[in-house]
């Protein structure tokens, strides 16, 4: 139905600058918060009149106006390897069009874009990756929320059929604990768990060297 109890049923909705979707997905709102964080990234550390400042101020400025864009959003993203990779793809971006390579003379087109990947990746490794930024996020925001009271509305939800309910669904239906069928699917595409994601950022964090410090 279009309406249910007077109110328009819609694919998706904006609350507090978050994309709120009907699947619970996070895809369209990081889509939405790239669009921002590009704008944000011509206003401030890619303006021209910035161009003339050495590469570390101008990293200073990404950090201190672009990463808040995104990184509040951040922590209602349910974290994923795919998500993980997308949000270091957008640091990638932006950092290229913020360092300005040139192909030296005579450098072959497919030589001087691995140069640059090299290049921008280490620059990036030595700035943080915004992945781990994300990660963090994620699990801070999820401690937070655990620390309410015990009858707290959003804490009881987090713990509602938690990891060790749905093993005992796979193991009920006599297969593995950690994959096989549940019997819990509904129509429309298999989301990440939030708990499954909370515990996916921590096992990444802790294979993820130590940063060093930034620049």
Same mark, same amino acid.
């Given at each position: 139905?279009?309406?249910?109890?007077?109110?328009? =049923?819609? !694919?998706?909705? =904006?609350?507090?600058?978050?994309?709120?979707?009907? !699947? /619970?997905?996070? !895809?369209?709102?990081?889509? &939405? +918060? @790239?669009?921002?964080?590009?704008?944000k990234f011509w206003g401030s550390a890619a303006a021209r009149p910035l161009r003339r400042w050495c590469l570390e101020r101008r990293l200073q400025i990404l950090r201190?106006?672009? +990463?808040?864009?995104?990184?509040? $959003?951040? /922590?209602?993203? /349910? /974290?994923?390897a795919e998500l993980a990779r997308w949000v270091d793809r957008l640091q990638r971006r932006l950092?290229?069009?913020?360092?300005?390579?040139v192909p030296m003379p005579g450098e072959d087109i497919a030589a001087f874009v691995r140069r $640059?990947?090299?290049?921008?990746?280490?620059?990036? &490794? @030595?700035?943080?990756? #915004?992945?781990?930024?994300?990660?963090? $996020?994620?699990?801070?925001?999820? !401690?937070?929320v655990l620390r309410r009271p015990a009858m707290h509305w959003m804490r009881r939800l987090l713990q509602e059929q938690p990891d060790s309910w749905l093993q005992n669904r796979r193991l009920s239906r006599g297969t593995p604990a950690h994959a096989g069928r549940t019997g819990?699917?509904? $129509?429309?595409?298999? &989301?990440?768990?939030?708990?499954?994601?909370?515990? #996916?950022?921590? @096992? @990444?964090?802790a294979r993820r060297p130590v940063p060093r410090a930034r620049l």
């Open positions: 139905p279009s309406v249910v109890d007077g109110f328009a =049923v819609r !694919d998706s909705m =904006v609350v507090l600058g978050h994309l709120i979707s009907s !699947d /619970a997905a996070p !895809d369209n709102c990081f889509r &939405r +918060t @790239e669009l921002s964080v590009v704008a201190r106006c672009v +990463t808040p864009v995104w990184l509040f $959003r951040a /922590a209602r993203w /349910a /974290a994923t950092f290229v069009k913020l360092i300005r390579y $640059r990947g090299r290049a921008v990746a280490h620059i990036q &490794r @030595e700035a943080g990756l #915004w992945s781990t930024m994300y990660l963090r $996020r994620v699990i801070s925001w999820h !401690d937070h819990t699917r509904l $129509r429309g595409p298999v &989301r990440v768990r939030w708990q499954t994601s909370v515990t #996916w950022a921590r @096992e @990444e964090l």
